[in-house]
């Protein structure tokens, strides 16, 4: 089994700043594009930021406040959040494509990170 651990999730004022962590656990070969989506209340999951290969990916709505980062050698994710407004208000979920030990590719979620910001 592979799991997602999130963590860093809460309550800010906007302007604030938040830090998410996200680390890979189990049977992994190894851990290819990592990434966090959003779904706030009554919209579709979406991008955030995603890692692979050395190059980062973010949506426009995010550009210039957040950074997503890892360290791969304890297959985490990090993102980090800045100059927060109430609309990044959502559920956070940490996202990850890995290899298993079994040779098998697949996607996984973490449990998903509240992250409110109250104006």
């Known amino acids: 089994q592979v799991q997602l651990v999130e963590s860093g999730g809460g309550l800010v004022q906007a302007g604030g700043s938040l830090r998410l962590s996200c680390a890979a656990s189990?049977?992994?070969?190894?851990?290819?594009?990592m990434g966090w989506y959003r779904q706030a209340p009554g919209n579709q999951r979406e991008l955030v930021a995603t890692?692979?290969?050395?190059?980062?990916n973010y949506a426009d709505s995010v550009k210039g406040r957040f950074t997503i980062s890892r360290d791969n050698a304890k297959r985490t994710v990090y993102l980090q959040m800045n100059s927060l407004k109430p609309e990044d208000t959502a559920v956070y979920y940490c996202?990850?494509?890995?290899?298993?030990?079994?040779?098998?590719?697949?996607?996984?979620w973490g449990q998903g990170t509240q992250v409110t910001v109250s104006s």
């Open positions: 996202n990850a494509v890995i290899t298993r030990l079994n040779g098998e590719l697949n996607n996984y």
């Open positions: 189990g049977s992994i070969l190894t851990v290819n594009r």
């Open positions: 890692s692979s290969g050395g190059i980062t």
